[in-house]
């Protein structure tokens, strides 16, 4: 063949399909990869939609629970930290609020996110659904659990995709962006912002034996929610709180005045629960003939869940010296016939009963402030004490617990009081801090020991009686002194157990050395304090008129130089 010449018809034709079929590759592989960066970032748009959505909602959530007590007139004597309920089925017109009450009592609730109680438009995920929100059941607003602190469970767990491994424990709160329904998923869009559909299961899914949309029922039970990526059968996003979260969010923006604020001195705001408490008791023994004061509760509660710590269950046990403190006396009363406010119809065994109730603002003032609410003889009212009262423990001395006969004084029988850092008391309220290595508060047994909250001696005490306290681990103590030769009355000593006296000496002698209005004040702070001694004498009718002219005076001199080495 000539090689000038044209190639074969066959070849040519051969040569220009292999060039079509190639052009045509490239075109689709192109088209592909058109297509699939656009639904990539299509994916990724709603992906991030997604997740600002849950960000938004999650911060509507933490917001609502630092502002609950002063959300609304009714709510004032309550404590921060509760979560609102979801809308689980509202009119149309209501649509988006939080369900006035939902389930039972510690049961945990699924629904849709309450977007209209919270103020915020309805929130929609990538393929625009509103966002679903689960409520532990130990932190929804209401039915409201009868405890509320950092010990209190937090009864869900969210697992990994493979189903057994927890990535998040203690979680109080879930929100769920369901993603485009999957197989076998039919969701009415009837009307209203989001479908007015509360069928759960045609919104999130499950995996591995795991169902997003049923929470346990079981009151205090644990409800466990599964989080993995988007798989064809699988799409929901979550977005948990933690209960260590919440707390960090409530105490770091509580008022700097406030009970339990991260700006509060931990002395000072735990004092501010522990002291009212034993000013309770301490007006229940000047309001009886023999100045006596009230036996303990038990440790050991016998209710089940839920209502394991009703307010009710704290109730005072004959003979009973140490243990919780007691809301009720009616043993007590019984005895003693305190006439501390209207103990009328309040009969020995009637535990439960209104008027054998002593832990109330109407019966004493110094309460009002922890008890909360303003009907407090009718129920606690979810005060400070009633959502820490796990925390609250009380030690009464034999020779102060109710009898027929006057209290001792303890500087003639120091065999019948108790002994806090070698000094003699009536009785002590102890408050328990965080808990340290070893210690569990997660179920309801471990509560009942009070080695679980308790250190050293304390703990023996309490577990199994005796009559010493001392300055241990984070245990805050405040003690009551009994009346005696010197005092005619009881003494609430605020430090009888604390770390301040350095503090307080030094805030005493700022005062003293310019002369200062309030030092009487300061002055009984020190009660307890080593450098107690040379404050009394520093008010001693020979140094208290002119603290710059007593320093001619020896003894004067003296006491403020151990006041001033008290404060170094």
């Known amino acids: 063949m000539n090689k000038n010449s044209a190639p074969p018809f066959g070849f040519r034709q051969s040569g220009a399909a292999a060039l079509a079929l190639l052009l045509l590759l490239t075109l689709g592989a192109l088209g592909w990869f058109l297509h699939s960066s656009s639904a990539q970032a299509l994916k990724t748009a709603r992906d991030a939609h997604s997740a600002e959505a849950l960000f938004l909602a999650k911060e509507a959530l933490l917001g609502y629970a630092v502002a609950y007590p002063e959300s609304r007139p009714e709510r004032q004597g309550f404590v921060p930290g509760h979560l609102p309920c979801p809308d689980t089925g509202n009119t149309l017109e209501n649509e988006g609020a939080e369900s006035g009450t ?35 059941g130990n932190y929804k607003a209401n039915p409201k659990a009868d405890l509320l602190n950092p010990d209190t469970a937090g009864l869900i767990k969210i697992m ?103 700006s509060a001195p931990d002395t000072e705001d735990i004092l501010a629960l522990t002291q009212r408490v034993a000013a309770c008791l301490m007006r229940f023994g000047e309001s009886n003939a023999r100045k006596r004061l009230p036996w303990a509760s038990p440790l050991s509660m016998g209710a089940g869940a839920p209502d394991t710590f009703h307010y009710e269950k704290f109730h005072d046990k004959e003979n009973l010296l140490a243990g919780r403190a007691p809301y009720a006396v009616a043993r007590s009363q019984n005895v003693l016939n305190s006439a501390l406010g209207n103990w009328t119809g309040c009969a020995a065994n009637s535990q439960s009963s209104v008027a054998c109730r002593l832990l109330i603002a109407e019966r004493c003032a110094d309460f009002a402030p922890v008890a909360g609410g303003d009907d407090s003889r009718k ?46 008391y009536a009785a002590a309220v102890i408050f328990a801090g965080e808990a340290l290595a070893g210690q569990m508060r997660d179920t309801r047994g471990d509560r ?7 250190e050293g001696m304390n703990a023996h005490t309490l577990q199994n009686g005796g009559r010493t306290l001392e300055l241990a681990g984070n245990d805050r103590i405040a003690c009551i002194a009994g009346p005696d030769a010197a005092h005619p009355g009881f003494r ?26 309030d030092c009487a004040v300061l002055r009984s702070t020190l009660e307890g304090c080593a450098c107690q001694g040379a404050a009394d004498t520093l008010f001693a009718a020979e140094c208290r008129e002119d603290v710059a002219a007593s320093a001619r005076s020896f003894v004067c001199r003296r006491a403020l130089a151990d006041l001033r080495a008290c404060a170094a």
């Not at 493979?162 to 929100?175: I, N, R, S, W, Y």
């Open 160 to 262: 990994a995709a493979d189903g057994h491994t927890p990535l998040a424990d203690e979680v109080v709160a879930v929100l769920f962006a369901p993603g485009a329904p999957l197989e076998g998923q039919s969701r009415q869009h009837i009307k209203g912002e989001c479908r007015w559909d509360y069928a759960a299961q045609a919104f999130l899914d499950a995996l591995k034996g795991i169902a997003n949309g049923a929470p346990n029922g079981a009151a205090e039970g644990e409800s466990r929610f599964i989080a993995a990526e988007a798989r064809v059968d699988f799409n929901d996003r979550l977005l948990w709180i933690t209960r260590d979260e919440l707390f960090s969010h409530v105490r770091a923006r509580l008022p700097a005045d406030a009970l339990f604020a991260e």
């Open 102 to 136: 939902c389930g039972g009592k510690g049961v945990s609730v699924i629904g849709h996110f309450p977007w209209r109680s919270l103020g915020v438009p309805p929130p929609r995920d990538g393929s625009g659904e509103c966002l679903w929100y689960a409520v532990s």
């Open 379 to 424: 129920n606690s009212k979810d005060g400070w004490w009633d959502k820490w009262k796990d925390h609250l423990f009380y030690v009464v001395a034999p020779g102060f617990a109710p009898a027929d006969a006057p209290a001792v004084d303890c500087a003639a029988t120091p065999d019948k009081c108790l002994r806090v850092n070698g000094v003699l």
């Open 448 to 454: 009942m020991l009070a080695a679980n909250y308790l």
């Open 492 to 517: 609430l000593v605020a430090n009888c157990g604390q770390q301040d006296c350095r503090q307080r000496a030094e805030n005493l002698r700022a005062c003293l050395e310019n002369a200062g209005s």
